[in-house]
Structures are given as C-alpha cells and as structure tokens.
C-alpha cells in the first residue's frame, strides 16, 4: 500500500467516524415520550364514534363532543364548526394528543361523530 493510499484511506475513516457520531448525537435530541396511561384512556374514549340523528339529538351530542373536547385537551380549540372541531397541536415529544371531530351523514337522517387523537 502505498502512502497516498493509505492516507486516503484515514481521511475516509475520519469522515466515516464522524458522520455515526453525528448521526447518534442527533438522534439523541429526538426522544419519544412515552404515552402516559391517562392518555392512554383519552385516546380510547375517543376512538369510538357516536351516530347521532339530525336534530336536537345532534345537537346535544354535538355540543358534549366540543364539552368533552375542551375538558381532555391540554389544546384549545383552533376551529368550531357544526361538523368540524379541531384543537392546536402537541410540540415535538409531547405525549398529549390534539383532537379532530368530525360530523359526517351517515344516512337516513344519522351522523356518524368521530374522533381522532394524534
């Protein structure tokens, strides 16, 4: 081997060490943190839907589904509609969901209330 081959292959060597401790430096800053069993529950409660028929019983499921939101949401309510309800959402590693409701015909006169948790 010669010299200039083996300094080639140094310098690969250093740029190589350094890019895997780059990369495990970094990696480092973007922790996940765990969801909490509290959380847990909130997201369960929120992934069954709700069928409603149009009226007053929309009307009063709609207005416990925005109830219900602003009390489990650590994220106040961004958007309000008759058929849309959406919170701010988490900063990176926050184990607290944002929430999305949606009022969708299901037919015959029924909605379908959904809620997704993320």
């Given at each position: ?10 310098s690969?060597?250093?740029?190589s ?15 996940f943190?765990?969801?909490?069993p509290e959380?847990?529950?909130i997201q ?33 309510i ?9 919170t ?13 409701v ?17």
């Open positions: 081997m010669n010299v200039l081959t083996a300094g080639i292959i140094r690969t060597m250093r740029v060490l350094l890019l895997v401790f780059v990369f495990a430096l970094s990696s480092g800053c973007t922790s943190t765990p969801v909490t959380e847990a529950a369960q409660d929120a992934a069954r839907p709700v069928i409603c028929r149009d009226g007053e019983d929309c009307r009063q499921k709609w207005a416990r589904a925005v109830s219900w939101v602003s009390q489990v949401s650590t994220w106040k961004q958007s309000q509609t008759d058929f849309l309800i959406e701010d959402g988490p900063g990176l590693a926050s184990p607290r969901s944002a929430f999305t949606n009022r969708k015909p299901f037919g015959n006169g029924q909605y379908k209330i959904s809620i997704k948790s993320a």
